[in-house]
């Protein structure tokens, strides 16, 4: 049989294929931080003429698009979430049973999720044939969190080796310390990758040991674009000091008491400014994480009631919004400092980790870094706010590493297409 060559149009349509990348990360929580990931890795890739199906990290199931979704359109591109207050109203206080039976099955759990996590990859396979490429994408997913991460880094691992798929890790980061096993999954994955970049300085610097070779920086996706201009101040300007609150865990919580009355230290001094031209207010806020709700509730109740607000999100628009009207962020999470720079809002970083301050100096703005435990840490803050300090910060902001590294993802991409396309063409 005489095989019939290819028409123009034959090869037009194959040459418009579009590159199938199937992405895993932690974005099924009601952080919503999360979900900024997952709209910035969708938005990031889609725009970029690829086609994106998100999968979470720890249940390693698909997410699905909601036929009915009710939320904002900036939403992860109709993906459907439900509303982060409807879930933290149903969630009930979380009790840690410490008792013997339920620490054995907790025990018995942890060793049994290696298996499990082989057993749901494995049932994705029939999806992930349909793909070009799998991406691990943003968060802390390089971290060992009692190997919780690692053992759904080596089911990714394993199947991207099974199917001979190309393996991308972009933003993400490596919290705390590994055990000798967490650190021997990591290091496999890494090195199985075809392209890695990070989300920060530190976390390149602990992966570059183990590659012996330079690591590229991507930052964050929910930070890919950045408004770098604010509104004038108008002649009665509102100055709104936004305040994530955070409530820490494991053993960062001995500093929990601390770190609430630096806050509410900050903000009484916030309050107490004068100035016949300004009504300086706060609005206390948490991305979405329920301990952190409980805490900011503690400290509202230590805060005078005018002019201090609580603010619960039902979804990232709501968190934009209020982000986007403030004179100025303090940012304990991660992605409420984030979320703000990207709305064009100069942030202070106020933490008692490095997790902040790694991403800042990242971007070359380590000064708006500080530490809860410093005892200079409140009149740093003070003075970091003064309106010629504070907006000095968006113009201080280096993105020309990461530019280069999403100039190379770009390319990897732009490559990886054109190589399917023209196997396409060959086959046909």
């Given at each position: ?65 909601h036929p009915k979704s009710q939320n904002s359109a900036t939403e992860s591109s109709q993906i459907y ?320 590493e990461m530019s280069m590294t999403r100039a190379k993802v770009l390319s990897l991409v732009n490559e ?13």
């Amino acid at each position: 049989m005489v095989q019939k060559s290819m028409s123009e149009h034959q090869k037009q349509t194959i040459n418009k294929q579009k590159l199938k990348i199937a992405a895993f990360g932690e974005w099924d929580t009601t952080n919503l931080g999360d979900r900024a990931i997952l709209q910035g890795v969708t938005d990031f890739l889609n725009q970029h003429g690829c086609l994106v199906q998100p999968y979470t990290f720890g249940s390693l199931r698909p997410i699905q698009h909601h036929p009915k979704s009710q939320n904002s359109a900036t939403e992860s591109s109709q993906i459907y979430f439900p509303p982060v207050d409807k879930i933290i109203t149903r969630d009930k206080s979380v009790k840690h049973d410490h008792s013997f039976p339920q620490q054995t099955i907790k025990l018995l759990k942890l060793s049994l999720r290696p298996l499990r996590q082989r057993i749901l990859i494995q049932r994705l396979i029939p999806q992930l044939k349909s793909v070009d490429a799998i991406l691990v994408g943003g968060g802390a997913l390089l971290s060992d969190l009692d190997l919780h991460f690692p053992q759904s880094l080596a089911a990714v691992t394993w199947v991207a080796k099974q199917l001979k798929l190309p393996l991308i890790c972009l933003g993400c980061s490596a919290e705390g310390e590994w055990s000798p096993q967490g650190r021997k999954i990591i290091t496999e994955f890494i090195q199985n990758c075809d392209f890695i970049a990070t989300r920060d300085s530190g976390t390149a610097s602990r992966l570059a040991e183990i590659l012996n070779e330079s690591v590229p920086i991507f930052g964050d996706f929910a930070l890919i674009d950045m408004q770098k201009t604010r509104a004038p101040n108008s002649e009665n300007e509102q100055r709104i000091l936004a305040v994530n609150i955070m409530e820490f865990s494991n053993q960062s919580s001995k500093y929990q008491q601390q770190y609430d009355q630096v806050l509410i230290q900050i903000i009484n001094l916030w309050l107490a400014q004068k100035d016949e031209h300004a009504k300086y207010q706060v609005k206390l806020f948490t991305t979405g994480d329920i301990g952190d709700i409980a805490r900011a509730k503690i400290i509202l109740e230590q805060l005078p009631s005018k002019n201090v607000t609580f603010h619960l999100f039902a979804n990232l628009e709501q968190l934009r919004n209020c982000l986007s009207s403030s004179y100025a962020v303090i940012a304990t999470r991660l992605h409420s400092a984030i979320l703000a720079l990207a709305e064009g809002v100069p942030v202070i970083g106020l933490s008692v980790d490095t997790k902040i301050n790694r991403f800042f100096s990242s971007l070359g703005i380590s000064s708006y870094s500080l530490s809860a435990l410093d005892e200079q840490v409140i009149n740093q803050a003070i003075t970091l706010l003064q309106h010629e300090s504070i907006n000095k910060q968006l113009e201080a902001i280096d993105f020309s590493e990461m530019s280069m590294t999403r100039a190379k993802v770009l390319s990897l991409v732009n490559e990886l297409a054109a190589q399917i396309n023209n196997e396409l063409i060959s086959v046909s």
